[in-house]
């Protein structure tokens, strides 16, 4: 089955504890990339990769680390998490960036990872 | 700045009722738009989206979606509310062909029976 995978699913943490969301999918993908969300505020772009070994910030990068050592996996790093990056978190894929109208446009998404930091 | 406005964080509508949900960007370049669903607890799904060709863009269950470029809106729209309809709705741009997707802000749909 075509997905994208996270774990955890829900994790409660405290500040200044490293900790790393995994993110896997199964489908090929060059593009995938990281968001959070929060109440009243949508959908951020934290982080995206356009293939292995290439990554740019998003909105809201400060804070939060990225690695594309493999196609398949996209981990999120927090290397000191603080209780203002307690969010939903989405990882997202697709075959590439471009919008050109064929299949890659479509992001996959991946059913979210709960942080709290306390 | 490039934009996407959803207008309304909240649209309550009985069963059976139209579902009109509203979306604008700012953008003088025609962009990709799409609708994702992200039912309680769960990843967003893609509803619909529109790239190139007819600007009335269908997709599941039962929405769909018309791009009017005068009026840079891409409105989601479904004639008759179901109660399975009730998540939280959130339009997308991309504005160019290499840029990431800008999301709405999101609006939650509640259907009353």
């Known amino acids: 089955e075509a997905q994208v995978t996270q774990n955890p699913r829900y994790l409660i943490t405290v500040t200044g504890k490293k900790l790393t969301v995994t993110c896997s999918q199964n489908?090929?993908?060059?593009?995938m990339s990281w968001y959070r969300q929060d109440p009243g505020l949508g959908l951020r772009q934290i982080y995206y990769?356009?293939?292995?070994?290439?990554?740019d910030k998003g909105d809201v990068p400060e804070g939060y680390k990225v690695s594309r050592k493999e196609k398949r996996n996209f981990p999120l790093i927090l290397e000191s998490p603080s209780p203002n990056q307690t969010s939903l978190y989405f990882c997202?894929?697709?075959?590439?960036?471009?919008?050109?109208?064929?299949?890659?446009?479509?992001?996959?998404f991946g059913p979210g990872t709960r942080l709290t930091v306390l | 700045a490039q934009s996407v406005t959803q207008l309304g964080s909240h649209v309550s509508v009985s069963e059976g009722a139209l579902v009109l949900l509203r979306c604008n960007y700012s953008?003088?370049?025609?962009?990709?738009l799409f609708w994702y669903v992200q039912y309680p607890n769960q990843g967003l799904q893609l509803l619909l989206k529109?790239?190139?060709?007819?600007?009335l863009v269908k997709g599941i269950n039962g929405f769909e979606a018309e791009f009017k470029k005068s009026e840079t809106s891409f409105h989601l729209t479904k004639p008759s509310a179901h109660m399975s309809d009730a998540a939280e709705y959130f339009c997308?741009?991309?504005?160019?062909?290499?840029?990431?997707?800008?999301f709405g802000k999101g609006t939650r749909l509640s259907v009353i029976a």
């Open positions: 997202a894929s697709s075959l590439w960036l471009s919008s050109g109208g064929a299949e890659g446009d479509e992001q996959f």
């Open positions: 489908m090929n993908h060059e593009y």
């Open positions: 990769s356009m293939n292995v070994e290439v990554t």
């Open positions: 953008s003088s370049v025609p962009p990709y």
């Open positions: 529109y790239t190139t060709g007819a600007t």
């Open positions: 997308a741009v991309s504005f160019s062909g290499n840029t990431p997707l800008v």
